[in-house]
């Protein structure tokens, strides 16, 4: 593996983002054409892209399988934007080394698939990336709240995790308001990403609800314009936020 940018760098240019306009939009490659990658990086960037997220499964931990760190570090070197991946795998621990060194900006792991998530986010975070948790629909809020003092965001699930092109789960919304009310009360950090079902009926719904780092798939992918929908997208979630 060929280290090309140094892991977490560039997040700060997010999180001013953030801090001056408010959500910002996150494309997600899975539905991208990955027989021209550098052309799609490039395209997302000029769209106006703060970061962009891969989704890594395995066929274990999910159903699907999609691709690994090949692929990845392709998109490290095509792209000048952070990126995040979002390990759908079993046994995560495992293989946290090699993303770091790849220069991702983001691990996101599933509270369900760690044995011990605080020692992961703490891995993470050692190893010089942003170390995120992430949680599935039907996982109760509960199981992530004692490790938020280790994160440095939340991804809410608002889909079951493994395939694009499901239907946002509502659900989503209470975890997002729960979390946003609970890192008020305890003067938290970390950021608050949604990740599954948006498109522009729920996107304003979920940064109402607290969502900040807006992972969206089809409706950006499969738009014939990037720029106008990420646009859009971002346009809807800031009047709502």
Do not use: N
């Not at 001056?20 to 997302?44: N, T």
């Not at 060194?101 to 509270?111: A, E, F, M, Q, S």
């Amino acid at each position: 593996m060929h280290v090309t940018h140094p892991a977490g760098q560039a997040f700060d240019t997010v999180t001013a983002t953030l801090a001056a306009h408010g959500p910002v939009v996150l494309p997600a490659l899975l539905l991208c054409d990955f027989g021209h990658l550098a052309h799609e990086v490039g395209r997302l960037e000029k769209a106006g892209a703060a970061a962009l997220h891969l989704d890594v499964m395995d066929g274990r931990f999910v159903p699907q399988l999609t691709y690994g760190a090949v692929v990845v570090e392709a998109v490290r070197r095509a792209a000048r934007v952070p990126i995040e991946v979002h390990l759908m795998v079993e046994e995560p621990e495992r293989s946290l080394a090699d993303w770091a060194k790849l220069g991702v900006d983001i691990v996101t792991v599933h509270v369900e698939g760690l044995a011990d998530p605080r020692a992961a986010l703490h891995t993470i975070t050692s190893l010089g990336a942003r170390a995120h948790l992430a949680i599935s629909p039907g996982t109760p809020v509960d199981r992530i709240e004692p490790f938020l003092d280790a994160c440095d965001g939340v991804l809410v699930m608002s889909v079951e995790p493994g395939f694009g092109g499901q239907r946002f789960e509502p659900v989503a919304l209470e975890k997002l308001r729960h979390l946003a009310a609970l890192r008020g009360r305890r003067s938290g950090s970390f950021l608050l990403g949604v990740d599954g079902g948006i498109s522009a009926d729920t996107v304003g719904p979920a940064a109402a609800a607290g969502a900040e780092l807006i992972v969206a798939g089809s409706a950006v992918i499969r738009s014939s314009d990037y720029s106008r929908a990420i646009s859009e997208l971002e346009s809807l979630a800031r009047s709502a936020a």
